[in-house]
Each structure stands twice: as structure tokens, then as C-alpha cells.
Nanobody, 118 residues
Framework: QEELVESGGASVQPGGSLRLSCATS????????MYWYRQVPGKQRNWVAT???????DYADLVKGRFTISRDNAQSTAYLQMNSLKPEVTADYYC????????????WGQGTQVTVSS
């Protein structure tokens, strides 16, 4: 059974840092591209960052230079290091695993909440 479990969300002050984790099971992790999305309740879900199966990464302009996506294939876990946090990144954060070839194989986690507020 495929499962993604996010953790690490918290309430922090502006300028702070968090590291989100996405632990996976039931998938061949090194064959999957990993994505992070964010969603403010009542609004559409927006893409944040991607790390592909080969380690290449990309970021949305909102977070470029402040967030870093990484993966540990041995632990089947993806991470999102979030630095210099600003209130506008407050949202629920979701990770997604998408197979790098069989694109219909896509799995989502349940989300973790990040609140940036003074």
C-alpha cells in the first residue's frame, strides 16, 4: 500500500525556518519525482518545488532562494527546507510522488500545516 506522510509543519515567526519531511512507503522511491505543493484553505493548490528522480530540482518564484528541496533515497524520504519564512507562505503543504515514466502513478500525502506569524 502506497503511503506518503508529511511532518514538520509548525507555527513560526517571520524569518524563522522549518524543515518538512515526506516519508514514503510502498513505492520504489528512486523512480519517483517528488513535489511539494501548498494550499491556503479555500484557494487553489499551488506548486512549490520539485526534485526529480535524478536529483534535478526546480522552484516556484515565490520560494526560490529561500526553500531547498532534497531527497534521501535510502530513507525513501523527501524534504523541504524552508528558510527566511514570510507570512505569505502560510498554508497547508502537501507532498506528491509521481513516477518518472508511468505518469499515472501519483500519490499524495495528507498535508502538514505551516503558519508564519508574529
Amino acid at each position: 500500500q502506497e503511503e506518503l506522510v508529511e511532518s514538520g509543519g509548525a507555527s513560526v515567526q517571520p524569518g524563522g525556518s522549518l524543515r518538512l519531511s515526506c516519508a514514503t512507503s510502498g513505492i520504489t522511491f528512486n523512480q519517483y519525482d517528488m513535489y511539494w505543493y501548498r494550499q491556503v484553505p479555500g484557494k487553489q493548490r499551488n506548486w512549490v518545488a520539485t526534485i526529480r528522480y535524478n536529483g534535478n530540482s526546480d522552484y516556484a518564484d515565490l520560494v526560490k532562494g529561500r526553500f531547498t528541496i532534497s531527497r534521501d533515497n535510502a530513507q525513501s524520504t523527501a524534504y523541504l527546507q524552508m528558510n527566511s519564512l514570510k507570512p505569505e507562505v502560510t498554508a497547508d503543504y502537501y507532498c506528491t510522488a509521481k513516477h518518472n515514466y508511468y505518469v499515472w502513478q501519483e500519490y499524495w500525502g495528507q498535508g502538514t500545516q505551516v503558519t508564519v506569524s508574529s
